[in-house]
C-alpha cells in the first residue's frame, strides 16, 4: 500500500502513477542489509532484531545482500541536520535569536559539537542552505542508483532512540538518559 496525495492546492491536475511492482513473492525481491555502521554503533538488542529480521527475510527466500550505499552516515545526518535546525529554530523570539547569532559567531571554526551545529545551521545565512540542499539532492540521486540494484534496505530506523519529551534549555544540551 502507498499512502500519496497532493496538499489542497496543487491538488488540481495532480495524479500518481506507480511502476508495476517487481515482483509478487518474496522471493523476488533483493534485500540491502545496512544492519550497522561506525559512526552510529547499534545496541545488541536492536542488532539482535535487525538479524532475526534478515533470518525471516532469508527463510521467506529474499535474495538477501549485505550491502549498504555509498554514503557516510554522519555526513547523511549533518546534512540533515542543516536543512532541520533553521525550521525547528524558526519560530524563536528574535533577543533569542540574536543571542544564538552570536554564539555562532563566537564558536572556534573546528568546533563542530552539537551546540555548534545547532547555533551554526540555525542561524546559518541562505547561501548555506542552499549548498546543503544540493548535497541533499546529491544524496538523493546517489539513493536512487542504489536503490536501482535492490529493491529494499534493512537498517536501523533510527540512530538513537527516541527521546523522553524533554523541554530543557539549551536545545543542545538535552541528553538521552
Known sequence: DVLAGPARMPAVGWRLE???PRGTTLGDFRVAL???DPAYPVDPEVGD????????????GAQLHDAAPDVEL???VRTYQQLLYPIL?????QPRFDKLVA???????????PLA?????ATQRYRDWVFANEKRERLRALMAEFFCDVDALLMPVAVVPAIPHD??????DRLIR
Do not use: I, Y
Request: charged letters at 20%.
Open 18 to 20: 506507480l511502476p508495476a
Open 34 to 36: 545496512w544492519l550497522d
Open 49 to 60: 532484531v535487525l538479524v532475526s529480521a534478515a533470518g525471516a527475510l532469508r527463510a521467506g
Open 74 to 76: 554522519s555526513d547523511v
Open 89 to 93: 529554530l524558526s519560530t524563536v523570539a
Open 103 to 113: 554564539v555562532a559567531g563566537s564558536l572556534r571554526a573546528e568546533d563542530d559539537g
Open 117 to 121: 551545529r545547532t547555533t551554526r545551521f
Open 167 to 172: 523541554q530543557s534549555e539549551p536545545f543542545a
